[in-house]
């Protein structure tokens, strides 16, 4: 008999606890996503994660301190883990490069942390201290996996001697980019071309890599999975749109809809 059957469970409360500090950067996520992040308050974060803001500052003594771990759980880990298969990977380097990417992009696209970017994009240039920590753990990190494949695959001659950190923007930045549609005009009024991402990462990955191998060829076909099961995104308070645009049109529609019991003035 196994020991996890003779202990009994952990009472709920404690379970609760071990759960609180993720359930805080899902709730900080949201909201910062919806609203932006200066606009955002604390206890509004612990409102929507359903704890006080007591609670709240005894995990993340600031709210930039709360938008650093929201940045390290959902992009940094993400990196670290697009190293650790690139370590354990045995194959080809387009094999490594396109899987590695093909992955990253799954995971992160199909899951809030894809509402990271916009946030950065649109927030970081007021927050410095911010701005320095994404360049670091995001930014530098990510140019670095990337760019190492892609020198080794220089090295073993299955790649064209090309200019390592230009190919690494022209590899990355799409699948940023789609991201951030997510975000913008693709919760409003998305682009046809893009109403179907996974074909357009399809197109995108074969077109990178016949232009990196020497023998064009000779590039693998990466065939994207169905993505993974979606994490319940924590829910807004109200039913208001995410979409600016809509937030516009619904509130015009609150102010001409007339209560029946009004009466109006002839």
Same mark, same amino acid.
């Given at each position: 008999?196994?020991?996890?059957?003779?202990?009994?469970?952990?009472?709920?409360h404690?379970?609760?606890?071990?759960?609180?500090?993720?359930?805080?950067?899902?709730?900080?996520?949201?909201?910062? *996503?919806?609203?932006?992040?200066?606009?955002?308050?604390?206890?509004?974060?612990? $409102?929507?994660?359903?704890?006080?803001?007591?609670?709240?500052?005894?995990?993340?003594?600031?709210?930039?301190?709360?938008?650093?771990?929201?940045?390290?759980?959902?992009?940094?880990?993400?990196?670290a883990?697009?190293?650790?298969?690139?370590?354990?990977?045995?194959?080809?380097?387009?094999?490594?490069?396109?899987?590695?990417?093909?992955?990253?992009?799954?995971?992160?696209?199909?899951?809030?942390?894809?509402?990271?970017?916009?946030?950065?994009?649109?927030?970081?240039?007021?927050?410095?201290?911010? $701005?320095? !920590?994404?360049?670091?753990?995001?930014?530098?990190?990510?140019?670095?996996?990337?760019?190492?494949?892609?020198?080794?695959?220089?090295?073993?001659?299955?790649?064209?001697?090309?200019?390592?950190?230009?190919?690494?923007?022209? *590899?990355v930045?799409?699948?940023? !980019?789609?991201?951030?549609h997510?975000?913008?005009?693709?919760?409003?009024?998305p682009?046809?071309s893009?109403?179907?991402?996974? /074909?357009?990462?399809?197109?995108?990955?074969?077109?990178?890599?016949?232009?990196? !191998?020497? /023998?064009?060829?000779?590039?693998?076909?990466?065939?994207?999975?169905?993505?993974?099961p979606?994490?319940?995104?924590?829910?807004?308070?109200?039913?208001?749109?995410?979409?600016?645009?809509? &937030?516009?049109?619904? $509130?015009?529609?609150?102010?001409?809809? &007339?209560?029946?019991?009004?009466?109006?003035?002839?």
């Amino acid at each position: 008999m196994s020991v996890s059957a003779v202990l009994p469970a952990p009472p709920s409360h404690q379970r609760r606890k071990a759960e609180r500090p993720q359930e805080l950067l899902d709730a900080a996520l949201s909201l910062f *996503v919806e609203k932006g992040f200066a606009a955002s308050k604390a206890e509004e974060v612990a $409102a929507r994660a359903g704890v006080s803001k007591g609670t709240l500052y005894l995990y993340y003594p600031s709210k930039e301190d709360l938008l650093k771990a929201v940045i390290h759980a959902h992009l940094s880990s993400e990196i670290a883990a697009g190293a650790a298969e690139a370590a354990a990977h045995g194959g080809s380097s387009a094999e490594l490069l396109g899987e590695v990417l093909r992955n990253w992009w799954l995971r992160v696209y199909h899951s809030p942390a894809s509402g990271v970017f916009k946030l950065v994009i649109t927030e970081v240039r007021n927050f410095p201290e911010i $701005a320095e !920590m994404y360049q670091r753990e995001v930014v530098e990190a990510g140019q670095r996996l990337v760019g190492d494949i892609i020198r080794q695959g220089i090295e073993r001659g299955e790649f064209r001697p090309v200019p390592v950190e230009s190919a690494v923007h022209s *590899v990355v930045l799409p699948l940023v !980019m789609l991201c951030l549609h997510k975000h913008s005009l693709g919760a409003c009024s998305p682009v046809p071309s893009l109403t179907d991402p996974a /074909d357009f990462v399809a197109d995108h990955f074969a077109l990178m890599l016949r232009g990196l !191998m020497v /023998d064009p060829a000779a590039a693998p076909t990466l065939k994207l999975p169905p993505p993974p099961p979606a994490r319940a995104a924590v829910p807004a308070a109200d039913d208001t749109p995410s979409c600016p645009l809509q &937030r516009l049109g619904a $509130a015009a529609r609150r102010l001409t809809t &007339r209560s029946p019991n009004r009466k109006t003035t002839p």
